[in-house]
């Protein structure tokens, strides 16, 4: 087991949860006086007290180190669900429709959507589905587009997870983005964020 020092040199230690509060800590001292009153860490702390610990801000952060790295090659398909659709506000501010190549609209399976406030989530539900536009990036400009996507997304909370796409009986590879922690919303049954906007009144 490693000790506890070292155990926290490996992570960020600028801030930390507490009551579901992320704080920041003050200085070394009072951060390793917390660990001192803290669960056990290391091969003898589970998930869900790691989690405490370190908080969903470490938690998300480590999936997005973990995977930014990985959305490379001459193109990338992503499959967009939420404020990215056409005509909503992040599409307009990247200029999806000018910046990328609209694949069509699909179902995928296996996700249910939450309500985050202004924009949703996705998370892993066997029994629902998820309404989301695919797109594609090539070409060095549209990369670069995909790319700051993909760092607003993964730093935001979410992690990329690979699906296969069928788009008018074509099947296509790409991924969604999918939120690090199960949200505590209700889901959205149908699955269709704009509906589900038009439902509420709201624009986006």
Same mark, same amino acid.
């Given at each position: 087991m490693r000790n506890k020092v070292s155990v926290y040199r490996e992570y960020p230690l600028e801030k930390y949860s507490e009551n579901g509060k992320l704080r920041e800590w003050k200085n070394i001292q009072e951060r390793e006086n917390y660990q001192g009153k803290s669960k056990p860490v290391g091969k003898n702390m589970d998930l869900e007290q790691e989690k405490t610990? =370190?908080?969903? !801000?470490?938690?998300?952060?480590?999936?997005?180190?973990?995977? =930014?790295?990985? !959305?490379?090659?001459?193109?990338i398909v992503m499959a967009l669900y939420g404020s990215l659709r056409n005509e909503l506000y992040n599409s307009r501010r990247f200029d999806l429709p000018n910046r990328s190549e609209f694949l069509g609209k699909t179902r995928i399976n296996g996700y249910a959507l939450y309500p985050l406030g202004p924009y949703p989530a996705v998370y892993p539900s066997e029994n629902s589905s998820v309404v989301a536009e695919v797109r594609r990036f090539s070409g060095k400009q549209q990369l670069e587009i995909a790319k700051s996507i993909d760092y607003m997304e993964l730093f935001g909370g979410y992690h990329r997870e690979y699906v296969d796409l069928e788009i008018e009986k074509q099947k296509i590879r790409g991924f969604i983005y999918v939120y690090d922690e199960k949200p505590e919303a209700e889901k959205i049954e149908h699955g269709d964020w704009v509906h589900y906007l038009r439902e509420k009144g709201e624009k986006n």
């Amino acid at each position: 087991m490693r000790n506890k020092v070292s155990v926290y040199r490996e992570y960020p230690l600028e801030k930390y949860s507490e009551n579901g509060k992320l704080r920041e800590w003050k200085n070394i001292q009072e951060r390793e006086n917390y660990q001192g009153k803290s669960k056990p860490v290391g091969k003898n702390m589970d998930l869900e007290q790691e989690k405490t610990l =370190y908080g969903s !801000a470490f938690h998300r952060n480590i999936c997005w180190q973990r995977s =930014y790295e990985k !959305a490379e090659g001459k193109e990338i398909v992503m499959a967009l669900y939420g404020s990215l659709r056409n005509e909503l506000y992040n599409s307009r501010r990247f200029d999806l429709p000018n910046r990328s190549e609209f694949l069509g609209k699909t179902r995928i399976n296996g996700y249910a959507l939450y309500p985050l406030g202004p924009y949703p989530a996705v998370y892993p539900s066997e029994n629902s589905s998820v309404v989301a536009e695919v797109r594609r990036f090539s070409g060095k400009q549209q990369l670069e587009i995909a790319k700051s996507i993909d760092y607003m997304e993964l730093f935001g909370g979410y992690h990329r997870e690979y699906v296969d796409l069928e788009i008018e009986k074509q099947k296509i590879r790409g991924f969604i983005y999918v939120y690090d922690e199960k949200p505590e919303a209700e889901k959205i049954e149908h699955g269709d964020w704009v509906h589900y906007l038009r439902e509420k009144g709201e624009k986006n």
